[in-house]
Structures are given as structure tokens and as C-alpha cells.
């Protein structure tokens, strides 16, 4: 089936080739290889990005996804590379998004142990401790923001999870408990660690009714909210298409900042929240989160520069980092997911089906994602893109 979908979708691609295109924005694909070939470009002689030696933990994974999408050994070399930095940097205790990195190197390696054990050693190390895993936790993620220590601790429940770690049921337990504490005026960035939080949760265990923070007064943001209400609440801090910055995300929860409307449409907001969504969708199925992941992902998409730089503000600019180049693309769909499951199906030829010879595709939609090639039309050079990725998945 597959071969020959991709034989009579390669005759449609030859047949069409004389006409002349204009493409309108970046594609996927050119999104993920603009990206990634600037990480490649830029990493230092020891594996590292430039001034950026403590964040080297979400490039990897960024690198490691854009290899498995795209298969290009440069990436996946770049990859081992830092995360051999991140080994000698760290000194084996690592921070919850190096260990992140290392899992996700292990998950693509010829020799996934490596990298496994690295990270097994330092959660039997911390287990180890005098006063064991939680006193470690306690001291190490309650001084500091929440939101901060939202964002590492939920790395620090993916990787352990992944590594089977004894006390990984505590990383998650602490996580539900220090996103518990994040609140507006509080925290730095409050929507991006529900985000985060989702990501984590929803991958590692049940979204039941445990409350998130069961000692919270009436005036709490967490006031009788439980873990299985997260990824509604996370879905609601999304901007909706017709409003500025649509498909990114609120900064704060209560969407304003000193009584005035407050600016959405941050990179790292849209990343975490969006990575927040596609795994509720995973977890729960029917979900219903499917249109909020594309607005997302299509959001960011429209962030990348053509030289692969990702900047603080989708559409404002403002600081430019390496580390949003690596996390974007953890965020970035399989080219032609339609449904953005990170699967190419009959799911998506289905969807493409009912968009067939669509015009005026455009920003942010491009005609539910049929426009594969973003050019304003759903046509035969978007089913040939369709079928070569045909039955490809993550």
C-alpha cells in the first residue's frame, strides 16, 4: 500500500512539475532544517552554543527531534557531541533538562546504555543521599521561583520515568506540589509552567482527581483544581484565531498585567503550552485539543527566521537565544501530520481529502494543513509531500 500510494503520488508530482509556484512562509520542513542547520552552524569545538553553557540540555532535544524527522546525520552528530559536554560540564549532577537530553539521545543511539546510564546513576545518587529523594528535592525546589522549579522538575519526571528511576513516583508527586505554588505577581512565567507541568504529567502517570494544591484558599488560581483539569484550563490561556498574536499563548493567568490587556505571542510560552496539549492529547485521545496544537505549532512556525534564528517574541522579536532554536523544534509537527499526532495516517489523508483543490490557504491555517507547502493552494505537489512521508511516525 505504501509504495504504491507513493508511485501514483510521484506520477501526480511529475506531471505538475512544470507549473511555476510561489510559496507564502515557511514550510514545516524548511522550518525544522533552517533550525537545525543554524544549531549545527553555530555549536562550539566542545559541544557547546555561545554563552549559552547552561541551557545546552534543550538544544539536544531539539537536535535529536529534527534527526528523527529529518534523518540528517549532522544533527544527530551535533547532538552527541553536546550531550558529551553535558556529561563533563555538569559532573553527573545534572539539571532536569540535561537529563531530559540525554534520555532523548539514548531513545535514537546505537548504543542507547551510554547515555542511559549516566542518567540512572545520578537518580540512584540522589536516592543515595542522607535523607534520600524528597529531602534532596525539598532543599534543591522550594527556595527559588516555582515556575522555575516547575520547569525543571518536569523534565527531571520525564527522564526519570524513562529510566525507571525507584523514586520517579516522587519527581511527579513534588511536581504536582511546586506547580501548586506558582501564582500571577509570584511567578515569572505562569501559563508556560502549566504548560511544562501538562507535558510531564500527562506522559507519566493517571490525570485523575489529586488536587494540585489542596490547601489552597478561595482566592487561589489552584482553589479545588485537580491534575485532570489542567489540560482544559492549559487550553483555555490559548489565543484564539482573529485576535492579536493568535495560537500563542497568555503570559499569565489572568491574561492581563497591571490592569491593562497584557501582551501574548511569547516564544517559550507557546512551546511548553503547545508540547503541553499534544501530550493531553496522547494521554486522554478524544481530546478535542487537535485545532490548539495546530494553531500552536503553526504559530511558532511562523517565528523562524529564514537564517534559523528564534527570538524571545514570535512577532516582536526581542532577544535572540540558541536554546529557543533547541526548544522550538521539540515543539515542530512530522511533515504532512495533518492531525498533528506525530503520525502520517489515513487520519491525515482523510483531513486532506476534504481540503482537495482548496485556494486562498493562508496564515495561520493554510486550509487545515493540506497547504503542506504553504503556497495558498491544496494541490498535487502537496499530496506528492503527503505520500512521501506516508505511514512515518515518532
Not at 148 to 171: C, G, M, P, Q, R
Not at 225 to 232: N, Q, R, T, W, Y
Not at 368 to 377: F, K, M, Q, T, V
Request: contains cysteine.
Amino acid at each position: 500500500m505504501k509504495n504504491s500510494l507513493k508511485i501514483l503520488c510521484y506520477g501526480f508530482f511529475v506531471f505538475m512539475a512544470v507549473m511555476s509556484r510561489t510559496a507564502m512562509g515557511l514550510t514545516v520542513e524548511q522550518a525544522i532544517t533552517a533550525s537545525a542547520d543554524h544549531l549545527v552552524a553555530q555549536q562550539q569545538a566542545d559541544g557547546s552554543w555561545p554563552s549559552e553553557a547552561d541551557f545546552t540540555g534543550p538544544i539536544v532535544s531539539g537536535l535529536v527531534r529534527a534527526y528523527r524527522i529529518m534523518g540528517a546525520d549532522s544533527y544527530l552528530t551535533a547532538a552527541e557531541l553536546a550531550g558529551d559536554f553535558i556529561i563533563s560540564y555538569s559532573g553527573g549532577n545534572f539539571m532536569g533538562d540535561e537529563a531530559y537530553a540525554l534520555t532523548r539521545l539514548s531513545a535514537v543511539s546505537a548504543d542507547p546504555n551510554y547515555w542511559l546510564d549516566n542518567v540512572k546513576t545520578y537518580y540512584q545518587a540522589v536516592r543515595d543521599t542522607p535523607n534520600g529523594t524528597l529531602d534532596y528535592i525539598s532543599y534543591w525546589f522550594s527556595l527559588s521561583d516555582p515556575s522555575t522549579d516547575v520547569f525543571y522538575l518536569a523534565h527531571h519526571v520525564l527522564a526519570a520515568y524513562y529510566v525507571e528511576a525507584n523514586d520517579k513516583d516522587i519527581w511527579r508527586d513534588v511536581l504536582i506540589w511546586r506547580l501548586g505554588a506558582v501564582e500571577d505577581g509570584l511567578s515569572a512565567y505562569p501559563v508556560q509552567s502549566l504548560g511544562v507541568a501538562v507535558w510531564a504529567l500527562a506522559q507519566t502517570g493517571p490525570m485523575d482527581n489529586t488536587q494540585v494544591n489542596p490547601f489552597a484558599d478561595a482566592n487561589s488560581y489552584w482553589y479545588q483544581v485537580s491534575v485532570e483539569g489542567l489540560p482544559d484550563m492549559l487550553a483555555g490561556h490559548q489565543v484564539p484565531q482573529g485576535e492579536t498574536y493568535p495560537g500563542s499563548f497568555y503570559w499569565r493567568f489572568d491574561h492581563t498585567y497591571g490592569g491593562s490587556p497584557q501582551l501574548a505571542g511569547y516564544t517559550e510560552d507557546t512551546i511548553f503550552s503547545t508540547l503541553g496539549l499534544i501530550a493531553a492529547t496522547r494521554s486522554i485521545l478524544a481530546a478535542g485539543y487537535e485545532s490548539g496544537i495546530r494553531n500552536g505549532q503553526d504559530a511558532l512556525i511562523y517565528g523562524v527566521a529564514l537564517d534559523g534564528r528564534i527570538y524571545e517574541h514570535i512577532w516582536n522579536g526581542g532577544a535572540f537565544y540558541h536554546v529557543y532554536v533547541g526548544e522550538t523544534l521539540q515543539a515542530l509537527p512530522l511533515i504532512s501530520d495533518l492531525d498533528r499526532d506525530d503520525g502520517v495516517d489515513f487520519n491525515d489523508f482523510a483531513d486532506f481529502c476534504t481540503r482537495w483543490f482548496e485556494d486562498g490557504c493562508s496564515d495561520y491555517d493554510w486550509c487545515g494543513g493540506a497547504d503542506i507547502d504553504r503556497s495558498g493552494n491544496v494541490d498535487f505537489l502537496d499530496f506528492a509531500t503527503l505520500s512521501n512521508w506516508w505511514l512515518e511516525s515518532l
